[in-house]
């Protein structure tokens, strides 16, 4: 067996529903994977902390409405989703930032299926696809502006089925019907210049209502992709010409778009970040999805890597990652640093960690989350200069009394 087959089956199993942003009841299912070989490093140094930047020119027109700094000792956030932020509780959430350490929300604004949170202006092109969830995105902000809590934006890119239902030219068909995963989800096609276009407008909306960063998620082709290559029918459009394999040509569609959205948000001073697999910084690239961990960090202002411990399975030779949230971690983020360390222009590293119970595991490969074990996570990083991170629990309930107040070397 060659080495180009060992990986393709080493990310069929990594990808089997591994995913950070399920929104059902429970938490998302694990990755599954094979450990490589253990590496023996040192503890990689502190990176540089990030350096104030003079404001980037505005668009004609625009003036940000709000006013943000950035967190002086690095963004340490919770995820928000829409209709969170409609209700009651959200009011808690404000009061668990306001009185820990944390300083900043990554707040839902396209979701999962397609969909914004909040209704545009009328006659807006996305008018059709506004939700009723965020009320007021101006108070909202303004909100956010007075308890000096750090405002990110998700905006989920290729995963959305509406757009796919829609422009079934954009998606991927099969026997005539666009093209859904096990869960029922459809995903555009990161080669379409027209679905980087669509998105990046949306951000560039969300850029003048007043969020300082954009966290695009999903930026990628759908998991197991390789497998699916020949008997799906999509258009590979301008990549079509190009003289690469179609690994290659996935991974320069999906790293173009990144640029491409770096670029295009400039004018707006706001930074750009990017969900990530972990594995896909411990592998050359991800042959299915498109994912080059490098490329991609290369193009990015931060890059969050969703670790959760309970999505590694026997990983750097840690048999059962989720009972080690530790050890995992500090392994990963060792991997980590080397790569980033050796890119010219290095990102932040704002890394997706756990404060879930994943019971779905079953008995003995997993351990109640609570105090300590997003403690461990957070030390881990810590330990290997990593100062920021964000906090995934699908339901918004975090856990209480944690310390998320950086080591001091």
């Given at each position: 067996m060659n080495y180009k087959t060992l990986i393709v089956l080493l990310v069929s199993f990594l990808l089997i529903g591994c995913s950070n942003q399920e929104k059902s009841t429970g938490q998302p299912p694990p990755s599954e994977s094979s450990a490589p070989e253990k590496q023996e490093s040192k503890v990689a140094k502190e990176p540089e902390a990030k350096k104030p930047v003079a404001k980037k020119p505005e668009p004609e027109g625009f003036k940000a409405p709000f006013?943000?700094?950035?967190?002086?000792?690095?963004?340490k956030g919770i995820y928000v989703t829409g209709p969170t932020v409609s209700v009651s509780r959200f009011e808690e959430l404000l009061n668990l930032v306001?009185?820990?350490e944390l300083n900043s929300m990554v707040i839902d604004i396209k979701d999962d299926f397609g969909k914004l949170q909040y209704k545009p202006e009328e006659g807006s092109r996305f008018e059709e696809i506004g939700g009723p969830y965020i009320k007021d995105p101006n108070k909202l902000l303004k909100t956010l502006e007075e308890k000096k809590i750090y405002p990110i934006a998700r905006v989920v890119v290729f995963k959305d089925s509406h757009l796919a239902t829609k422009r079934p030219d954009l998606s991927f068909t099969e026997n005539g019907k666009v093209?859904?995963?096990?869960r029922g989800e459809s995903f555009v096609n990161p080669f379409m210049k027209e679905v980087w276009e669509y998105n990046v407008q949306i951000a560039k909306e969300v850029a003048k209502m007043g969020f300082k960063d954009i966290q695009f998620d999903y930026v990628r082709f759908p998991e197991g992709f390789e497998t699916r290559d020949s008997s799906l029918k999509y258009s590979q459009g301008d990549y079509s010409q190009v003289e690469k394999d179609?690994?290659?040509?996935?991974?320069?569609?999906v790293t173009d778009f990144v640029a491409y959205a770096k670029k295009e948000l400039e004018p707006f001073n706001v930074d750009v970040s990017v969900d990530i697999f972990g594995y896909s910084a411990t592998l050359p690239e991800a042959p299915g999805i498109g994912q080059?961990?490098?490329?991609i960090s290369a193009n990015v202002d931060a890059i969050s890597s969703m670790i959760y411990p309970s999505h590694w399975t026997s990983y750097f030779?840690?048999?059962?990652p989720d009972l080690q949230p530790y050890e995992i971690i500090n392994e990963y983020a060792k991997y980590e640093n080397k790569v980033l360390d050796a890119l010219e222009n290095r990102p932040i590293s704002r890394p997706w960690i756990q404060d879930f119970t994943a019971s779905y595991l079953g008995a003995g490969n997993y351990k109640t989350y609570g105090k300590a074990e997003v403690e461990a996570q957070i030390r881990a990083l810590n330990e290997n200069g990593i100062k920021e991170f964000l906090l995934w629990n699908a339901s918004n309930r975090y856990t209480k009394g944690v310390d998320y107040t950086p080591?001091?070397?």
């Open positions: 006013s943000f700094d950035y967190p002086k000792d690095g963004v306001e009185a820990t093209w859904k995963n096990k179609n690994v290659q040509k996935r991974v320069d569609a080059n961990f490098s490329k030779g840690i048999e059962k080591l001091t070397p």
